[in-house]
């Protein structure tokens, strides 16, 4: 859209009035009266679409943003993530910290991860309008945007296009509004999902999750009851389904699964103790392997030696400069991606680090990694020690945010007592949640922690 930049004042006076029809008549210039479906490859198959809008529309939808801000935070939900302080990995970590809490207190934790098909293409246009007319959404903005959803429709793969085509219902992926929108036709449904301190649910645009800890006929009564509940909402309201091939169930001890499997059936997905809760390892608290062990560490760590092998087959043609910020923008956060909740093992962060160096420094027999990595500020030092930096922003989160579904500070007094306490962890195969991933990261820096609020460092400065 920087092409905009380059007109004169009086093609920016034009611009504001087309753009100021656009919304008085809820129509778009016949120039404009289209949308490209870019088909991007999923990883595990299929393909996934994505409109392209004419950049009139999404320099429009960059404008009207901060309206749709204003009312997102008009009618805020703990439940919603996609928001400040509510990323996808704040959310896992929240569920994580609980159930571990609560395991280690001697109860039972257990978590239902349902996946929506196709959720965008299921949208009622029509249900939509009347819900964001009824909870106070701009009309204007609304009606452009959805005549701007019902333009014809050019699909694109490969090169090839066909069309035009023309939809009857569904959001397109692509729009500056169209996590507003989700929120606008899930609200009223999610509204009548119960949570209190020991039951929470989240949203994550198609991704529902059910958390619930206590005693063992408390955690089924809580899961089972709210699935039931969940289940006929998402049929009956948002006109969707859930994809029993992506649901996922983890639970604190085999028992809790068997029996819950029990009582879900299909709905409860295949039975694994580990399942990925938006793309990071949750396990519910249950002892199994060590972070660096679980599948998805293993599928990050191929990833991360995949490209590895490619970079330094490229090194000679791009230089090490260009590898070294290639490496840190890519292959880094991938591999350490949701490193928050369950930390970096020993064995993953040596593996980190020896594949950083590859990419850095001079290449003389005899170097140093340790001394490489510290010329090069060491762009991996936030990945092991983000167990750390989320417990930070998460008191900071308490302390400042202070909305429904934060860490209350009874938790975290009781979580830290459990974990520094009464039985600290001495190696990472003991790992079960958060608080005992922190107090591993804690011991690599010789670092210790006087309350749940006090850190101290190896030089004895808090």
Not at 123 to 150: D, M
Not at 207 to 214: K, M, N, R
Not at 333 to 345: D, I, Q, R, S, T
Request: charged share 20%; hydrophobic share 40%.
């Amino acid at each position: 859209m920087r092409h905009f930049m380059l007109l004169s004042d009086a093609g920016l006076e034009v611009l504001s009035g087309i753009i100021e029809l656009m919304e008085a008549t809820s129509e778009l210039p016949r120039q404009l009266d289209v949308v490209l479906l870019a088909m991007l490859p999923k990883p595990a198959g299929g393909y996934r679409p994505i409109g392209v809008f004419p950049g009139l529309y999404r320099l429009w939808g960059k404008a009207r943003r901060p309206y749709c801000k204003e009312w997102e935070l008009k009618h805020h939900r703990s439940y919603f993530g996609c928001g400040e302080a509510a990323g996808a990995v704040d959310l896992v970590w929240r569920q994580c910290f609980r159930s571990e809490a609560a395991t280690s207190s001697g109860k039972h934790a257990a978590t239902l991860l349902w996946d929506l098909v196709k959720f965008y293409e299921s949208f009622n246009l029509q249900l939509l309008e009347e819900r964001g007319i009824r909870l106070g959404f701009p009309p204007a903005l609304l009606y452009l945007a959805l005549r701007a959803y019902r333009a014809p429709r050019f699909v694109t793969i490969n090169g090839y296009a066909d069309g035009p085509f023309y939809a009857r219902k569904g959001l397109t992926a692509g729009c500056s509004l169209a996590t507003t929108f989700v929120r606008i036709y899930c609200i009223e449904a999610y509204d009548k999902i119960p949570i209190t301190p020991s039951q929470q649910f989240f949203n994550f645009i198609d991704d529902d999750s059910v958390a619930c800890a206590g005693s063992l006929r408390e955690v089924v009564r809580g899961i089972t009851s709210t699935a039931d509940l969940l289940e006929g909402l998402i049929t009956k309201e948002l006109q969707s389904s859930i994809s029993p091939a992506k649901a996922g169930l983890v639970a604190s001890s085999a028992g809790l699964d068997r029996l819950l499997r029990k009582r879900l059936g299909g709905l409860a997905g295949d039975p694994q103790v580990e399942q990925s809760n938006l793309g990071i390892a949750d396990c519910a608290a249950r002892r199994g392997k060590a972070p660096g062990r679980s599948v998805k560490a293993k599928q990050r760590a191929r990833v991360l030696a995949q490209k590895s092998r490619r970079l330094r087959r490229l090194m000679g043609a791009i230089g090490t400069k260009v590898a070294s910020r290639v490496v840190k923008a890519g292959p880094v956060p991938g591999f350490a991606y949701g490193a928050e909740v369950l930390g970096l093992a020993d064995e993953q962060a040596h593996r980190l680090h020896r594949s950083i160096g590859a990419h850095m420094g001079p290449k003389a027999a005899g170097r140093s990694l340790r001394a490489v990595l510290i010329l090069a500020d060491d762009p991996s030092w936030r990945s092991c020690y983000s167990p750390i930096l989320q417990y930070a922003r998460e008191l900071w989160t308490r302390a400042t945010c202070r909305f429904a579904g934060a860490i209350r500070w009874g938790e975290f007094r009781h979580s830290w007592h459990d974990i520094f306490v009464r039985q600290p962890p001495t190696k990472w195969s003991q790992v079960r949640g958060p608080m005992s991933a922190m107090y591993l990261s804690l011991q690599r820096l010789h670092w210790t922690m006087l309350n749940p609020y006090t850190f101290v460092t190896d030089k004895g400065g808090m």
